[in-house]
């Protein structure tokens, strides 16, 4: 049971575009909604992360949208780099004593130069 | 610090072949996680341990049991592989950051494991 939707599985943009990766999430108990970042051959290193008091948050040239009621929420790559392809995870935790994370299934984003 | 560590690297085993996954981190966390990521699957726990003396089954525990075996070590075995184990398998660590929701886990840079 897949209770995180990511789409889309792959996205390919130039160099100063502004990719949109989106999710939706089905459990109305998640309170944490981070996204993590990976290059290949490496682990998820979180990038920014939301919580659903809030609609929007920006650190640096990503932003997260957060709507409650639709239960989605969405990455922005402002001026995109080629520096930032890799593969974008949306993920969801909710109460529990090790806030065990659920993924999304994850974004392969390709910056052309 | 050196983070979430694991060994080995890169594993190749046979069907019904047994092997133990380490997994170590120095940031004193209370919380460890087990993940294996299959494409387009994302990443999908298999085991976690909140604290040490205790694990829990995640989504996928089939086929694997963990021991925590102290606050830094949590490892992963397959008593008898089987080609659906094939997986890049993660290690993650967390800790709850001062009673907020906030909780970042840090992952390991994963085993390769290729079961014939």
């Known amino acids: 049971q897949q209770q995180v939707k990511q789409s889309p599985q792959s996205l390919i943009v130039q160099k100063g575009g502004i990719p949109i990766i989106n999710c939706a999430y089905e459990n109305t108990a998640f309170d944490y909604f981070p996204w993590y970042q990976q290059f290949p051959g490496k682990g998820p290193a979180l990038l920014i992360a939301?919580?659903?008091?809030?609609s929007e948050k920006k650190e640096g040239r990503f932003t997260i949208s957060f709507n409650k009621s639709a239960k989605q929420f969405s990455l922005h790559i402002m001026d995109s780099q080629p520096g930032d392809s890799a593969t974008y995870f949306c993920a969801a935790t909710g109460s529990g004593s090790a806030r065990q994370l659920t993924f999304g299934s994850g974004t392969q984003l390709t910056v052309l130069p | 610090n050196a983070g979430v560590t694991q060994t080995p690297k890169f594993q190749v085993l046979k069907t019904g072949q047994s092997m133990t996954l380490q997994c170590a981190q120095d940031m004193n966390h209370n919380s460890m996680y087990w993940y294996r990521q299959d494409p387009g699957m994302g990443l999908r726990l298999i085991y976690y341990s909140a604290s040490e003396g205790t694990t829990d089954k995640g989504e996928v525990p089939n086929g694997y049991n963990v021991s925590r075996l102290n606050k830094r070590e949590f490892s992963l075995r397959l008593e008898s592989a089987a080609p659906s184990q094939t997986s890049v398998y993660f290690c993650?660590?967390?800790?709850?950051?001062?009673?907020?929701?906030?909780?970042?886990?840090?992952f390991g840079p994963g085993t390769r494991l290729l079961v014939l």
């Open positions: 939301i919580r659903p008091d809030v």
């Open positions: 993650a660590s967390s800790e709850r950051e001062g009673g907020s929701q906030r909780q970042t886990q840090y």
